[in-house]
């Protein structure tokens, strides 16, 4: 998918001004980084991708294959192929995981899913996962570990088989072993997949040791300040943000 | 349909003529008889939503020409069966061990499994029961509702017609349910059936009520009484999903006294009605006997849902469980009004309450209104209560895996009441996913 930001402006409800001016074109089968420190916006530019109401884009475009998304409800934007690996997944009593997952890969697909077919195709990606089978018929999230609930989430992304990827701080709430295994799937479905983009948001390194991206972009106060390749982010994983980031303000101001 | 009598308004000549049809024993009509007294006396309960009924205007009776108790479908009336049908009765009848039907004011219908008669299990209507059993009858009926209960309980110990009389015999366990299914079809009907059950020692039993009615602008009026007794290390469950048209005065008093060790579990689900006034309740009256209590009121517009129950805690060791959950919408008033009662009798008792309300938007309205009282110093009430909307985090999370809006609340909403919903037997949790459906 051909994913391209351009010169976004987005404010919270409240009026704050969160996005200034942020650029960024993705292609097919790429994968990109954007690091930063906590504050910067990185959370809200993946809500504001999926279509969140919490915020208001008043100035540019987002666009899939040239073609803008911004008047497209979360939904339509999710049945075009973006998929959103949240941060903090929220848990929702009473919903059967299997319910919900069916429902949406109904919706995205326009006909009823059969209940054998989805079972199986479930099992096989909870094994890949190393999930445990009860998940299937618990309710989404209810007392599952930040762990299970990452799992959780690149369960759904296998199902649903997105081609526009976004990882909010996957790594958080995994442990090492659990990364990796996370990582792998990734890494198979892209495989798979190969003009599928990925979009990950983090502010640690650890999981593009796993995950090798083509680009790495620094975001600051709402913007990206610097770019480069996997080296970049291997000088931040050493010397920090401050130097970046500094650095990049002073040929601001030259 | 040629109609053979109704009875509109009320005195005591057609209470007389009520009691003549059914050709009674002079005790029931006595008692019809000091029921309409205290009835004319009370007044209406000085709590819950502003009940306006013109008690001239309601039918109290009404038969057709054909009506007697069949236990072949194919002896009933054509049009009645194609009407029962079409909301699912007839198919239903293939998950029970028995099943009764009630059409206005008489049971039509009455069947049961052939190895229940043998194991002397009685199923059949109240009216019937009181003929027939008259040792059992008089032993309970009247004895667990009194008749000066409420107004509504005076009403209908003095014009009952219909409903079930059941008896489980000692060590006799059931292995589906009995269901009856009540319907009104008339302008300005009153229906009110009596149910007594008795669940004898060491036995259990699980009841399925079903009720519906079509929609007319004129207001009808259904205000039933149950009476159930569970006998020593007994069981009985009665779940019901009220689906009354929303014309439907639903002003119903459901009691069971629950002796030692036994247990009585009340499934109630109100979706239907304009004003429900409902809070079955258990007398925990033998020790360590339990009562759980798992309701869900729907209310939306007109519709006002006065909804709880109540456990009085008598017996030692006695435990209750209350589960509410209401769901108000488009301007309905979903309430919950409860009461736990730990007597000082009721020593190493414990309660649990939790009422959840789930409001759709900014014209709906729901109240908690619960009384815990705790006598004694060994015992203790917990109670628990939410009110929250659909919250948009939830939304956004479904609908960014592709679920519409309407989608996604609506698996929400089923998911809010999955407590009761996997409580209901398959093809009525099916049903009910179809009302609310129907309903968002």
């Known amino acids: 998918m051909n994913f391209s930001i351009e010169n976004l402006n987005v404010n919270s409800k409240d009026q704050k001004e969160i996005l200034k001016d942020f650029s960024l074109t993705v292609k097919p089968g790429e994968v990109h980084v954007i690091m930063g420190p906590n504050g910067t916006g990185k959370s809200t530019l993946s809500k504001v991708i999926m279509g969140s109401n919490d915020y208001i884009v008043h100035h540019g475009d987002i666009k899939i294959n040239q073609e803008s998304i911004l008047s497209l409800d979360t939904c339509e934007r999710s049945r075009k192929g973006i998929f959103l690996a949240m941060q903090s997944p929220i848990s929702i009593e009473g919903v059967t995981n299997s319910e919900f997952l069916r429902t949406a890969l109904s919706s995205k697909q326009g006909s009823n899913v059969g209940i054998y077919p989805f079972i199986q195709m479930m099992e096989t990606a909870m094994k890949d996962l190393k999930m445990d089978d009860s998940m299937m018929h618990r309710s989404i999230n209810q007392d599952f570990s930040g762990g299970e609930r990452k799992k959780n989430e690149i369960l759904q992304m296998k199902i649903l088989k997105p081609n526009f990827i976004i990882l909010d701080e996957l790594d958080s709430g995994l442990d090492v072993d659990s990364l990796k295994i996370v990582c792998d799937n990734i890494q198979q479905y892209l495989k798979e997949n190969p003009t599928t983009s990925v979009l990950i948001i983090t502010h640690y390194t650890r999981i593009l040791d796993y995950l090798h991206p083509d680009f790495v972009h620094i975001m600051e106060k709402g913007k990206i300040v610097k770019t480069g390749d996997f080296t970049l982010a291997k000088q931040i994983e050493k010397n920090g943000f401050s130097c970046v980031i500094e650095v990049s303000e002073d040929n601001v101001n030259e | ?440």
């Open chain 2, 1 to 440: 349909m040629v109609i053979r009598l109704e009875i509109v308004g009320l005195d005591v000549e057609k209470i007389k003529e009520i009691s003549n049809i059914k050709q009674e024993d002079s005790w029931v009509l006595d008692y019809r008889l000091k029921s309409y007294e205290l009835f004319e006396k009370l007044k209406d309960p000085n709590f819950g939503p502003k009940i306006d009924i013109d008690f001239s205007k309601v039918i109290y009776y009404k038969t057709r020409e054909e009506d007697s108790i069949k236990n072949d479908w194919n002896d009933i009336s054509c049009s009645v069966r194609n009407e029962l049908c079409s909301v699912g009765v007839l198919e239903s009848e293939k998950h029970l061990d028995g099943m009764g039907v009630q059409y206005e004011s008489e049971v039509i219908y009455h069947n049961m499994l052939e190895e229940l008669t043998k194991k002397n299990v009685i199923f059949t209507s109240i009216e019937e029961g009181l003929k027939k059993y008259p040792e059992i009858a008089r032993k309970y009926f009247g004895k667990i509702v009194s008749n000066s209960d409420n107004k509504y309980a005076a009403l209908n110990s003095s014009v009952f017609s219909g409903g079930s009389f059941i008896y489980i015999p000692p060590h006799t366990t059931l292995d589906r349910p009995l269901q009856s299914y009540f319907r009104m079809n008339s302008r300005n009907m009153g229906q009110f059936e009596r149910t007594l059950i008795i669940v004898d020692d060491d036995s259990s039993l699980h009841y399925i009520e079903g009720c519906t009615a079509p929609t007319y602008s004129e207001s009808s009026l259904h205000a039933a009484v149950v009476e159930i007794y569970v006998g020593k290390r007994s069981k009985c469950r009665y779940s019901t999903v009220q689906n009354w048209a929303t014309n439907v005065n639903n002003l119903v008093t459901k009691r069971a006294v629950v002796d030692e060790e036994g247990t009585m579990e009340w499934i109630d689900g109100n979706i239907g009605s304009c004003k429900t006034m409902k809070y079955p309740a258990c007398i925990l009256k033998g020790d360590r006997s339990s009562g759980t209590c798992i309701t869900i009121s729907v209310a939306s517009k007109n519709q006002e849902q006065d909804t709880g129950s109540r456990m009085i805690h008598l017996g030692k060791e006695t435990k209750s469980t209350i589960i509410s959950k209401s769901i108000a919408r488009n301007g309905g008033n979903a309430t919950y009004r409860g009461k736990v009662d730990i007597k000082e009798s009721a020593v190493n008792s414990s309660a649990m309450v939790k009422c959840d309300t789930l409001i759709l938007d900014d014209i709906s309205k729901s109240d908690t209104i619960p009384v815990n009282i705790c006598r004694n110093d060994s015992s203790n009430i917990e109670h628990e209560a939410t009110v929250s909307k659909i919250s948009e985090e939830k939304l956004f999370y479904m609908m960014s895996r592709g679920l519409d809006k309407e989608k996604a609340t609506e698996l929400i909403l089923l998911g809010f009441i999955e407590k009761f919903r996997e409580e209901l037997p398959m093809e009525y949790a099916v049903e009910l996913n179809q009302l609310l459906k129907k309903n968002l």
